[in-house]
């Protein structure tokens, strides 16, 4: 089901304002005082969350609403209040997200059976009225990161009351509260427990009396509106490793040269992972230019378009679900976790990879042990080997030979699972899948740009990226040792099985290898 909402409405302003006479204008505002007085809000403050990489604005104030009347529309119905989801965005800096309207910059949705004729937002309503904050945690502990980079958004959301495409008129006015409940929480990155690149999404919805049933592959979680002038070129990956530019027929992966308010999907329909970039060659070239975008645990339905609001933007989502069958029926909680990374598309991979090696779970996106289907965090569902956590029991013993890469930049490993960008330079190990005696694991882990090898989970302190497998602990004829290596002028981190580090300094013996 293709729901997403409209927001950016070419020839629309910010406000969302309509061409409803004035009389019509004051009922408008009559209903939302009255709407007001039964919900009990919260009053907060706009607040940061800013790691040293990534700078959110939280509860950011009603965003400036320029020339309505030059559409024709009666003068703004401008809201007081601030509105409750992530407002704004920076990256080491730079704006990439600007505060537009109650319809766009980083929240949640969710859709019943009748698409956008049921769509309680997160932000407020086609008009620009914001959704009532009913609570929040400024400071939250999120998965073991520190309060200070977590926060909570209680909210009572809006319908954003936008049935079709078609400009200003689409938008049917104020919108009511929805019987439904969200809660928004967002934790970036320490660079200890988390790369600093590195937020964790979670969103929860409970449905009230008077809900339909919620489709969550109608629901977009999450969905941002970065400008298009920045995060440009669309990037989208099946498996979370291996990415590709997303061409709609007849176009490229510019962003700006698409026609306005066309939703495109991968091929296929499903994605785990969506990509913006500034670099329009980001394949061949991972370690330039930054990028924001989302990953699930699991493949879902996403996508990009093209959006006009004060400025061009590029929509990014995720849903909720990778088809219509999966949906929220009664009135419990249900929470759903995706993995939010910025940086070049080396470092975004290996978020993601950070995310699946150390997220306790992800929600409803956790794998269902017994349907028959091999999910991502299973190796079997069913049959004789196949315990009751969906692991494989009976795994035959398997080596293979780890390669070392190059990409110009950073050295790194390509192992079953793991091909990063560059080129090939040479096997340095061998490592079996399985533990056995006299055998310990090792890790790719990562510091800063920089990935290294550890026998260490913890990785020395740094971030946990992925297990590259089991290698020889001692001596034995016929092994050789093996070492990781740091480069004397700028700390870059490989492997080698040479004592003198081919020239550079020799950091740890890693293991031997035949």
Not at 16 to 28: D, K, M, V
Not at 105 to 115: A, E, F, I, N, V
Not at 326 to 352: K, P, Q, S
Request: one cysteine or more.
């Amino acid at each position: 089901m293709d729901g997403t909402r409209h927001h950016g409405l070419q020839n629309a302003s910010v406000c969302r304002c309509t061409s409803h006479p004035p009389l019509l204008a004051l009922a408008l505002i009559l209903g939302l005082i009255i709407s007001l007085s039964s919900i009990a809000q919260v009053v907060a403050p706009t607040y940061y969350k800013d790691n040293g990489v990534m700078r959110l604005e939280i509860n950011g104030p009603p965003p400036f609403c320029p020339g309505c009347e030059e559409w024709g529309c009666p003068p703004c119905f401008q809201p007081s209040g601030p509105f409750p989801f992530v407002s704004s965005m920076w990256i080491t800096g730079q704006h990439v997200m600007p505060h537009d309207n109650a319809g766009a910059d980083l929240s949640m949705t969710t859709r019943g059976p009748t698409g956008n004729a049921w769509n309680p937002t997160q932000g407020g309503d086609c008009l620009s009225n914001p959704s009532w904050l009913t609570g929040y945690v400024e400071n939250l502990v999120i998965d073991g990161l520190p309060s200070a980079n977590g926060t909570r958004l209680d909210v009572d959301p809006r319908m954003y009351n936008d049935y079709s495409y078609g400009g200003p008129e689409s938008c049917r006015g104020h919108g009511f509260r929805a019987p439904t409940k969200f809660k928004f929480s967002v934790a970036v990155g320490d660079g200890l427990r988390y790369a600093r690149e590195h937020a964790v999404l979670e969103m929860s919805i409970k449905k009230e009396p008077g809900t339909p049933d919620l489709v969550k592959a109608a629901s977009e979680l999450p969905a941002a509106y970065p400008y298009a002038s920045v995060m440009r070129y669309a990037y989208y990956s099946v498996d979370g490793i291996t990415f590709y530019p997303l061409t709609p027929p007849g176009y490229g992966n510019d962003v700006m040269g698409w026609p306005l308010l066309v939703n495109y999907h991968p091929p296929g329909g499903t994605a785990r992972c969506v990509y913006a970039s500034t670099q329009w060659n980001a394949i061949q070239n991972p370690h330039l230019g930054i990028g924001m975008g989302f990953c699930a645990k699991r493949p879902v339905s996403g996508g990009f378009s093209h959006r006009l609001s004060t400025t061009h933007l590029t929509l990014i989502w995720l849903v909720g679900a990778p088809n219509s069958n999966e949906l929220i029926t009664d009135e419990n909680w249900h929470t759903v976790r995706r993995m939010m990374g910025v940086g070049n598309l080396n470092t975004f991979r290996a978020v993601y990879q950070e995310a699946l090696g150390k997220y306790p779970d992800w929600g409803w996106d956790s794998y269902i042990c017994g349907n028959g289907v091999v999910e991502p965090g299973e190796t079997c569902d069913g049959g004789a080997c196949c315990n009751s956590s969906c692991q494989n029991i009976c795994f035959a013993e398997n080596w293979y030979t780890v390669y070392r890469t190059y990409d110009g930049y950073d050295h790194d490993l390509k192992y079953p699972g793991w091909t990063p960008g560059g080129w090939v330079e040479g096997p340095v190990f061998q490592a079996a899948n399985i533990a056995g005696p006299g055998r310990h694991a090792l890790f790719t882990c990562w510091l800063g740009h920089d990935s290294f090898v550890s026998s260490d989970i913890n990785c020395e302190g740094q971030s946990h990226l992925s297990r590259i497998g089991y290698v020889w602990t001692g001596w034995a004829t016929g092994r050789s040792p093996f070492y990781r290596c740091r480069i004397w002028g700028n700390g870059e981190h490989f492997i080698s099985r040479d004592a003198n580090c081919e020239g550079q300094h020799n950091e740890a013996l890693l293991g031997y290898t035949y």
